[in-house]
């Protein structure tokens, strides 16, 4: 009885995300995929930065989320005060899929002898697909139920602000402002439907923190934090404490509020090459019935000759 209980919330649950909205999905590595939330981080790396990450959330559970971005993203302009970028994110849900393209530009301008303030702005175009045959439903004839989504259509812009130094960085975004509305009464072939039923993007507001001390020669600390506000949910605050050791070897852990407990391990494979993998344990009672959340990242930076570093950034 209590695992059907369960079974039964999850799918109101992606029904309720399905009718209510599409939205953002979330990652561990955090640290790592910037560029996702944030398009003043393009550029900032000094290189050509290449990131692919895949992530399978509920293993076991039948239509858990999975999600998958890649990104790119170089420093240009005559002083390399510009940065482009692409980012492409594919998320799944149960009956729904959601991707979107965008372009990422930011302009930076030096502060301080150290430190870089950036202003980024993104722009691209999201794609959602419901299909509603994938569901068991009790009334076959519900009209809310009668019509999936296909290939709609909706622009997405996005604004971001990015400082750092070497040691130190902090941004703060909003990856999407449009309220875009997925579908309205006229899909449901003039049926009245209450207001609610229709699909809005909600707004997603970010603020990323970060900071690497030098506790010996061999050894480096990261905390880095993030907090996710959205429209109708409660706050979202993530905290991650990772450890660099011989510039070689990462090791931490990470805490979401009141959701899940993460190990967290990477490998700097070369110095153009980044390999870090994530572990998600469930603090809610879902964890008796799935078996955690996997991610993998993966980095490759090409530099230029003359701009080469020999210690990998930790960000």
Known sequence: MKRNQLIISIVFMVLGIVCTAQQN???TQYMYNTQIINPAYSGSREALSFGLL?????????GSPESGTFTVNSPIGLYDNMGLGLSIVHDRIGPSSESNITADYAYR??????????????????????DYSALTIFDQNDPFFQNSIDNRLQPQVGVGLYFNTDR????????????AEHFDESTLEGDNVDSDSIALE??????????????????????????KAVGGSPLQWDFSA??????????????????????????????????????????????????????????????????????????
């Open 242 to 315: 990772n450890f660099l050791f011989n510039e070689k070897f990462t090791l931490g852990a990470s805490y979401r509020w009141s959701a899940s407990l993460s190990a967290l391990a990477g490998f700097q494979i070369t110095d153009s090459l980044f390999l870090g993998m994530a572990y998600d344990y469930q603090t809610t009672e879902i964890e008796s019935y799935s078996d955690g959340s996997y991610e993998v990242f993966l980095r490759f930076d090409i530099f230029k000759k003359s701009d080469r570093i020999l210690t990998p950034r930790f960000f």
């Open 202 to 227: 909600r707004l997603h507001y970010f603020l990323i923190a970060g900071y690497v001390f030098d506790l010996n020669q061999n050894l480096k600390f990261k905390p880095a934090t993030l907090f």
């Open 25 to 27: 999905p979330q990652y």
């Open 168 to 179: 130190f960085y902090m941004g703060a975004s909003v990856p999407n402002f449009l309220r």
């Open 54 to 62: 895949g992530r399978t959330q509920w293993v076991s559970l039948e």
């Open 109 to 130: 301008i030096d502060v301080s002898t150290e430190g870089r303030l950036s202003f980024g702005l993104k722009a691209g175009v999201d794609v959602l697909n419901v």
